[in-house]
């Protein structure tokens, strides 16, 4: 939870960069139809600096909402064709699906509103209605009602219900964490420190008084979710940490499944659920064009190549009722297709070398103390702007081979360190892994430059949340929070590097 910071000059400097965090939008284009369930180069123009999201309507299709410098543009991908197109005329924060109605979170005027349209009869209407979302962190939506965060300057953070009509619902004081179920119109609390989720049912009427305790399995308070969380399927939760939780609604037991390292997972991380061969997967992008598939029952893993031109990189993975659909992009289009593992190619990782315990290397840690910061479970921290060379010459050490990879895992011999970079120490058919944390450097490009700034102040106003190690680096002041004041002083870094 974000600590208050007091003085005209923070919030200064936060009005001042509400416009820099929509500056990463280019045209996007529609298409009437695609081809076997792929969107062809002409559907979407989609460079580096465009938007868009897929939104599951928990039937098998899904709703893609786009946006470009100045208009949003929504449109319906049954897996098959794109049928229908709307143009808004304002360009979109984030968006979220009940199913049958699209909320679309915006900023015009200097006030932050949420518009609904529908989709029905092969065509989108609206807006329906509107509310004022000024205060909001993050907001989620089922049975034509919105959940939101809403955060005050003492620290307290409610779940608010708004009813499209009559404004608030219900209120929920003080809240840590909640989840929207919408196909099965549920939504989950946890309430200030409690070791349960409560589970409440939501019809016409809003959110039900009455609601049932989910305890986490045995008593394991390590089987209860601690961070933001969202439902993959009905009984798969997945939270910003890299954890997955299975929900077993009639045993009123949730349990965590499966962890997989937030160093691991792509920058542009999303994960699904993926059926297949009467199994359900976890599919989730630990890297770039590399598909992961975790089997939900018996813990199995294989790892699968997408085979796609050298310049594309797949962007997301979204599961909507029994179809996963996976996104890929370049800097001329974007395109998407229902996932077949079938047609994707295996990885092996036979020769691996041997993984080795940090112990064994004292002269490694000691030469990284020496030079830098080591702390925190192999975490090194660096200046801006450091290089491989330079922390060759740092460390200078014999007996060593030392490879470098940067933060989605591809080899690197020369160039800045930034933050998610790691150095692989081998020695004797071991190796010891070490994390650099550049402050300020969130993207992990070595420097601090707008698209940093950008990052955390998507962050602190709940638009997306960072990993734990890109935390670490946008915790500028070293308080244990990423707040105002360490957007303040990252923007003061920026102006004076520029």
């Known amino acids: 939870m974000r600590k208050p910071k007091k003085g005209k000059a923070v919030i200064t400097c936060v009005a001042l960069l509400v416009a820099l965090c929509f500056h990463l939008f280019a ?11 792929e969107i062809d180069s002409s559907a979407y123009f989609s460079s580096d600096n465009s938007k868009i999201e897929l939104l599951p309507d928990n039937l098998g299709g899904f709703y893609i909402v786009s946006a470009d410098t100045a208009n949003t543009k929504l449109s319906y991908f049954d897996g098959n064709t ?16 009940d199913g049958n109605y699209i909320y679309i979170f915006h900023s015009l005027d200097r006030g932050k509103k949420v518009k609904k349209y529908k989709y029905e009869n092969g065509k989108f209407t609206g807006p329906e209605s509107e509310l004022t979302a000024d205060d909001w962190i993050n907001f989620s939506a089922a049975n034509n009602f ?10 307290k953070k409610d779940l608010v219900v708004y009813d499209r009509e009559e404004g608030i619902n219900k209120v929920f004081e003080n809240c840590n964490q909640f989840a929207i179920n919408s196909s099965k119109s549920k939504l989950y609390v946890q309430e200030n420190d409690n070791n349960y989720l409560l589970a409440y049912n939501i019809d016409e009427a809003g959110v039900s008084s009455e609601s049932e305790n989910i305890a986490p399995k045995n008593g394991n308070k ?11 399927s009905d009984d798969i939760v997945a939270t910003n940490t890299g954890k997955y939780f299975k929900l077993d609604s009639e045993n ?8 997989v390292n937030v160093l691991d997972l792509s920058v542009d991380f999303c994960s699904a659920v993926y059926k297949a061969d009467s199994k359900n997967y976890i599919a989730a992008l630990t890297s770039n064009n590399i598909v992961t598939f975790y089997d939900i029952d018996d813990s199995l893993t294989a790892k699968y190549k997408v085979e796609l031109d050298t310049q594309d990189k797949i962007v997301f993975i979204c599961t909507s009722g029994s179809k996963t659909i996976l996104v890929w992009k370049n800097d001329a289009y974007l395109k998407a297709k229902i996932l077949d593992k079938n047609n994707l190619i295996e990885i092996k990782n036979d020769t691996d070398p041997e993984p080795g315990n940090p112990l064994d290397f004292e002269p490694v840690v000691k030469a990284l103390n020496d030079a830098y910061t080591l702390s925190e479970s192999e975490r090194v921290y660096i200046p801006l702007s450091e290089t491989i060379s330079k922390v060759k010459d740092n460390l200078n050490l014999s007996g060593y081979s030392i490879e470098f990879k940067n933060y989605v895992g591809k080899a690197i011999t020369s160039g800045k360190l930034g933050t998610g970079s790691v150095a692989i120490f081998s020695k004797d058919g071991k190796t010891a892994e070490f994390i650099f944390i550049v402050k300020g450097d969130i993207t992990g490009e070595g420097n601090a430059n707008s698209r940093d700034v950008d990052c ?4 602190i106003f709940g638009k997306s949340s960072l990993s734990e190690i890109n935390s670490k680096a946008a915790d500028i002041n070293n308080d244990g929070v990423v707040d105002t004041l360490d957007l303040l ?3 003061k870094m920026v102006s004076s590097s520029s």
């Open 27 to 37: 045209n996007i284009k529609t298409t009437p139809n695609c081809s076997a369930g």
């Open 82 to 97: 794109i049928s229908s197109s709307l143009t808004l005329d304002f360009k979109y924060i984030s968006a979220v699906s």
């Open 146 to 155: 919105v959940f939101s965060f809403v955060s005050y300057k003492n620290q």
């Open 222 to 232: 390590d089987n209860l979710p601690d961070n933001l969380m969202h439902f993959l």
């Open 252 to 259: 009123y037991t949730i349990e965590h499944i499966l962890s």
């Open 456 to 459: 955390m102040y998507n962050h």
């Open 489 to 491: 002083l990252l923007s």
